[in-house]
């Protein structure tokens, strides 16, 4: 059998500092929410986000429940098709509830831009996004992230969630392929 596998040409962020920042935000959204009368709702967009969500509630203090949509436009290629497909949708309903978003990376900004106008109409008591990767030069949709894990370069990035052509999801930390 063949397995379509390259090699990684660098590391953007290692294994340490993929702790470090997790455990940053994680300080930094307990303390913004505290406690709150329900608990928070953490909604993480699928498939990317699905690692640093686990790792990411792990480290919040404010009791939470989660829920999961699982958007696309990627598909298989390095390129955002700008068609931002909905999925699957959330099982509960957001009304009245403090959310969380929780993405891996904002590229575009596309996705988010269109799952935050479709979170709105469904009336959120407040609505928050967390990045772990942004990716600033690629910006085509303006998007206001209320917590940001780090900056990375405009370059094509795998692991810690992402994929290329749904591979390289399992790596433990964010790196480059080789071209
Ligand atoms: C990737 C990534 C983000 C989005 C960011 O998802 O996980 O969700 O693209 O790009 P944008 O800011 O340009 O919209 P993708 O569509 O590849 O689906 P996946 O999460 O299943 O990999
Ligand atoms: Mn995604
Ligand atoms: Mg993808």
Redesign the pocket.
């Known amino acids: 059998a063949e397995v379509n596998h390259r090699e990684i040409e660098k590391t953007l962020v290692s294994e340490e500092e993929v702790k470090q920042i997790v455990q940053r935000l994680g300080d930094e959204i307990s303390s913004h929410y505290g406690v709150l009368e329900k608990e928070l709702m953490v909604i993480g967009?699928?498939?990317?986000?699905f690692i640093f969500m686990a790792d990411l509630i792990r480290v919040i203090k404010t009791p939470l429940v989660v829920d999961f949509l699982?958007?696309?436009?990627?598909?298989d290629g390095t390129e955002?098709?700008?068609d931002?497909k909905v999925v699957m949708d959330l099982d509960s309903s957001v009304e009245d509830r403090d959310v969380l978003l929780v993405?891996?990376?904002?590229?575009?900004?596309?996705?988010?831009?269109?799952v935050i106008t479709m979170m709105k109409k469904r009336n959120p008591k407040s609505l928050k996004i967390c990045t772990f990767l942004n990716?600033p030069a690629?910006?085509?949709?303006e998007?206001q992230i209320d917590f940001c894990g780090v900056d990375i370069p405009n370059e094509f990035a795998v692991g810690y969630?992402?994929?290329f052509a749904?591979n390289y999801?399992n790596l433990p930390y964010v790196g480059v392929l080789k071209t």
């Open positions: 967009l699928l498939r990317g986000s699982t958007v696309s436009s990627y598909g955002s098709s700008g931002v993405e891996d990376i904002v590229d575009t900004g596309r996705t988010f831009a269109k990716k690629a910006r085509i949709t998007v969630g992402l994929d749904q999801r």
